[in-house]
């Protein structure tokens, strides 16, 4: 395998765990785990056009995640390190999406979160996901939010280094709910990284908790 990393750890590469995942079948994005609320707005930005599936008079479009890992080999994996600080407290998880299988109806990914636990990584969720292909737009939407959900809100362009090279990112802001109050932050992606997350930051003021996540690890077999 080759790493596009400068110097992420392979202790962050356990072996696959996917006898203890699910599987899930979405139009594009779909939430995670990720204590990150960010992310999953981004993520659940397309999701909501899966609900209209059936619509047959409706427009369809291509889903931007499924074409962003459709640029990539399988076997393609991004590493992602999650950095929570609450009242102080610092928490450090780490997830990976692979590329496991490429079809032209749909993206399939295996997604594993793990933690260190005395000296070893420890895979402590797993699952599967379908990304398809296709995207069927509801009543009022358009293409441009299903491109960028930011749309509309704050965004704009901005050149950010990750794993020391230069990336064209659009990047917005959002606010999304939590039990302890609202989380504001802002989310970078690039159609140059399958999966299209860069980066992202949030805070949830009222729980004075941080998040950050950074794409920490690009693998091409």
């Known amino acids: 395998m080759k790493s596009l990393a400068g110097g992420a750890a392979s202790a962050h590469n356990p072996p696959p765990a996917r006898s203890n995942g699910r599987r899930v079948a979405f139009d594009s994005s779909r939430p995670t785990r ?68 490429l079809t032209p109806e749909k993206a399939v990914i295996d997604e594993e ?10 895979v402590i969720t797993s699952i599967t996901l379908d990304y398809r292909k296709g995207l069927i737009l509801l009543p009022g939407m358009t293409k441009e939010q299903v491109e960028n959900p930011g749309k509309g809100k704050k965004a704009g362009l901005e050149t950010v280094k990750v794993l020391g090279k230069d990336y064209k990112a659009s990047w917005y802001e959002t606010e999304a709910p939590t039990d302890h109050g609202p989380a504001v932050g802002r989310t970078w992606v690039s159609d140059e990284v399958p999966g299209k997350i860069l980066k992202s930051s949030m805070k949830v003021e009222s729980a004075d908790k941080t998040v950050t996540t950074e794409l920490i690890e690009i693998k091409v077999p």
């Not at 979160?113 to 420890?122: D, H, R």
């Open 34 to 101: 990720s204590q990150n609320p960010m992310l999953r707005t981004f993520m659940l930005a397309s999701v909501a056009v899966a609900l209209a599936s059936h619509a047959t008079s409706a427009e369809e479009v291509e889903s931007p995640i499924y074409r962003s890992w459709a640029k990539a080999k399988v076997g393609t994996s991004v590493t992602y390190r999650e950095i929570v600080i609450t009242k102080g407290v610092r928490a450090e998880s780490t997830r990976r999406a692979t590329l496991a299988k």
């Open 113 to 122: 979160t793990f933690e260190t636990v005395n000296g070893k990584p420890k």
